[in-house]
């Protein structure tokens, strides 16, 4: 029996999944810079009065946390391998077989 490979993706799905991933880069981009001109605004804020407690610390953390979340989204490996896939089917026919 001879085994068939999965029919590729067209040039308009691969087309539009790089248009997809332009475009989350793009946002993330714009994303890192205004995470960077935001707190830097905020740290010179700080510095002008006074340079006490060191309160950007939590803007800084807290939209950081939501940064990290943008790039895991945008640079993470969305497109599982075949092998990945036919280790997952093995695994449901085990547990419904």
Same mark, same amino acid.
């Given at each position: 029996?001879?085994?068939?490979?999965?029919?590729l993706d067209t040039d308009d799905e691969l087309r539009e999944? !790089?248009?997809q991933l332009?475009?989350?880069?793009?946002d993330l981009r714009a994303h890192v810079l205004a995470y960077v001109l935001v707190n830097a605004?905020? +740290? =010179? @804020?700080w510095a002008v009065?006074? !340079? =006490?407690?060191?309160?950007? +610390?939590?803007?800084?953390?807290g939209w =950081? @946390? =939501?940064l990290a979340f943008n790039v895991w989204d945008?640079?993470?490996?969305?497109?599982p391998? *075949? *092998?990945? +896939?036919r280790r997952e089917m093995e695994a449901i026919r085990r547990r419904e077989g």
């Open positions: 029996m001879q085994t068939q490979t999965p029919q999944k !790089a248009l332009l475009r989350k880069k793009s605004f905020l +740290v =010179g @804020i009065t006074g !340079a =006490g407690f060191f309160w950007p +610390v939590f803007p800084i953390m =950081g @946390i =939501g945008v640079y993470r490996r969305a497109i391998t *075949e *092998e990945q +896939v």
